[in-house]
């Protein structure tokens, strides 16, 4: 398997523009998950599904961040309007069960986003 | 929040030496994770511990767990100058998803 497949690797945008970060999980893989990285705050789980549903969003920053799943081997991460203190890398994860009881989340590359 | 704290933040030693390090967690848990997040790569699953385990090993890598302290540490032996990298550790959160700590930067020296 190719494992978690994330695009873009990078993106820079200016202020207000709209941002759409694309993840493909493991196949076979029932849980996926976005987090967040910066300096600042470490690694920040924004929102996670569980075959496609949407399980826990409250690490959403804003009405600004829209995440969904249409089908099992798709999800999108979409911020409208980007801000710079948006800037930071997003890291798509999958799981086969729920990793905080089975252990192994799967990680993509990350998609390093910065808002100008 | 982040439930795990890693100590040291940065730890830098020369190759063939042992790294040690540490995270202290604030609830009770099940199990408890580390991961190796290369410079610029996503992280990377290294090693569970159930909270029925004491002491877990995996090739060069030794983990330990103290529920009473709620604590655990890495042990790297014989350390790699491919084993630079930030090391986190990661713990059930309240919502059920992994919580992670805010790592410790290894540098091994050739």
């Known amino acids: 398997d190719a494992g978690v497949i994330q695009s873009p690797r990078h993106e820079v945008t200016e202020m207000g523009q709209e941002v759409t970060l694309r993840c493909k999980p493991i196949?076979?893989?029932?849980?996926l998950f976005w987090y967040r990285q910066t300096m600042m705050r470490g690694l920040e789980l924004l929102i996670y599904?569980?075959?496609?549903?949407?399980?826990?969003d409250s690490g959403m920053p804003e009405d600004r961040f829209s995440a969904k799943m249409p089908n099992a081997s798709f999800s999108t991460l979409k911020i409208q309007p980007s801000e710079p203190r948006d800037s930071a890398v997003y890291f798509c994860?999958?799981?086969?069960?729920?990793?905080?009881?089975?252990?192994?989340?799967?990680f993509g590359e990350g998609s390093r986003l910065t808002v100008l | 929040s982040q439930q795990g704290e890693e100590d040291p933040q940065a730890l830098s030693i020369q190759e063939g030496e042992n790294a040690t390090m540490n995270c202290s967690y604030k609830?009770?848990?099940?199990?408890l994770q580390w991961y190796r997040q290369n410079s610029g790569r996503g992280l990377v699953h290294l090693i569970l511990?159930?909270?029925?385990?004491r002491e877990k090993h995996s090739g060069r890598l030794r983990v330990t767990l103290d529920t009473s302290k709620k604590s655990s540490s890495l042990l790297i032996t014989a350390s790699r100058a491919a084993d630079t990298a930030s090391y986190f550790c990661?713990?059930?959160?309240?919502?059920?998803?992994?919580?992670f700590g805010s790592g410790t930067q290894l540098t091994v020296l050739p």
């Open positions: 994860a999958s799981s086969l069960g729920l990793a905080a009881n089975t252990g192994e989340l799967f």
């Open positions: 196949s076979g893989h029932d849980y």
């Open positions: 599904f569980n075959n496609n549903v949407p399980i826990d």
């Open positions: 609830t009770s848990i099940n199990n």
């Open positions: 511990i159930r909270s029925n385990e």
């Open positions: 990661a713990t059930p959160g309240p919502a059920r998803q992994l919580t």
